[in-house]
């Protein structure tokens, strides 16, 4: 237990006052059915982890090993909620940084796509960060060349014969106009970095319909501060605002 509370959400632990302690522990024993998890402490119902089609794809998704021993429900829970929620809406599905393609399958399963006439554009290096894309700032902060071992032909394994499933390997923004989608719905952002995801954002925002959602997996993160600064300016210029989730994760819905 204490571990996670030392870890809160953040990449280094941080020391916490005994007071908040004793209120966190005073939650956690009211708690009962609480959930703490991936940063995220909370008392409120969360009983969506029980409704087995989400049970059956978040088991999917781990099955992928993208999330090694942690578990990231919430988060999982979000992007399917999303793309639930847009499935109905003309354009495809993109997701930009997919690694082992643990949220797109578990995506996938909870939308039913294989029933939806939709294509999902899948884009990632398969290999992780690209070290020219990376600047001094983020370099600071200890974000890094690499970093994921290679997964392009456990993808093309898993995705390669679904129906409608698109896979593009390589540097993003180098491989964006590989997408030839004219609209899209649903649009997962997480890359690590700024100036791949910022590229990725403003090549598709004029392809995202009305009512179409962006899902930003690192928004919230300390050590990505500098993509939620690109992020809220992003927004700004479309008078548009980014709903920081406690997930870590941002939320943008096009009007």
Not at 80 to 97: I, L
Not at 209 to 237: E, H, P, S
Not at 247 to 254: C, F, N, S, Y
């Amino acid at each position: 237990m204490l571990k996670p509370l030392l870890h809160w959400g953040f990449n280094k632990a941080r020391f916490v006052a005994p007071a908040s302690l004793t209120n966190l522990a005073y939650m956690l024993y009211r708690a009962r059915g609480g959930f703490l998890q991936d940063g995220l402490l909370t008392v409120h119902n969360s009983d969506f982890r029980r409704d087995p089609k989400f049970r059956e794809a978040y088991s999917l998704g781990k099955a992928t090993g993208s999330w090694g021993r942690q578990d990231v429900e919430w988060r999982a829970y979000i992007c399917c909620w999303a793309a639930w929620s847009v499935r109905n809406k003309r354009g495809d599905f993109v997701e930009c940084g997919v690694n082992r393609g643990g949220l797109s399958r578990a995506v996938m399963h909870y939308t039913d796509f294989a029933e939806l006439n939709k294509r999902f554009w899948l884009l990632d290096t398969y290999e992780g960060l690209v070290e020219h894309l990376i600047s001094a700032d983020e370099r600071r902060l200890g974000i890094l060349p690499g970093g994921y071992t290679p997964c392009y032909q456990q993808i093309t394994e898993m995705f390669g014969s679904v129906p409608g499933i698109k896979i593009i390997k390589g540097v993003i923004p180098d491989t964006l106009s590989q997408v030839t989608a004219d609209e899209i719905c649903y649009l997962s952002i997480d890359m690590n970095n700024t100036a791949p995801e910022i590229a990725a954002a403003e090549y598709f925002w004029d392809k995202l319909v009305d009512g179409g959602i962006i899902i930003l997996d690192d928004y919230g993160w300390t050590k990505q501060i500098n993509q939620k600064l690109a992020f809220d300016k992003f927004a700004d210029r479309r008078d548009v605002k980014v709903l920081g989730l406690p997930t870590g994760q941002g939320l943008i819905i096009k009007p």
